[in-house]
């Protein structure tokens, strides 16, 4: 069974950091890229960074540059959003998703497989 976890999301107050987790389990680790999403209701979901498991690649939305860094242990099958200088609008529903490529993707609807996701709260 295919599954992506995504744990560690929280409130914090603004300039705080979180560290979300995304644990993979169900398929070959190595020939994804995973991605990090965000929503808030009523908006689409928002590309913020992936990883490509094959080379280490990575992307990051221009929001989010220089505050998130995005890192995986294909060891343990999971990948880390590290989250520094936290704002208010940064609040959202945090997801990851799993690409089957060795590149990286802004399109949410390229992913095949999503976790249940991980809420944000970013207080001012």
């Known amino acids: 069974e295919v599954q992506l976890v995504e744990s560690g999301g929280g409130l914090v107050q603004a300039g705080g950091s979180l560290r979300l987790s995304c644990a993979a389990s169900g398929f070959n680790f190595d020939d994804y890229a995973i991605g990090w999403f965000r929503q808030v209701p009523g908006k689409e979901r928002e590309a913020i960074s992936c990883i490509s498991s094959t080379d280490g690649s990575t992307y990051y939305g221009e929001f989010v540059k220089g505050r998130f860094t995005i890192s995986s242990d294909n060891a343990k099958n999971t990948v880390y959003l590290q989250m520094n200088s936290l704002k208010p609008e940064d609040t959202a529903g945090y997801f990851c998703?799993?690409?089957?490529?060795?590149?990286?993707?802004?399109?949410?609807?390229?992913?095949?497989?999503w976790g249940q996701g991980t809420q944000v709260a970013v207080s001012s």
């Open positions: 998703a799993a690409l089957r490529s060795m590149f990286c993707s802004t399109n949410s609807y390229a992913y095949t497989y």
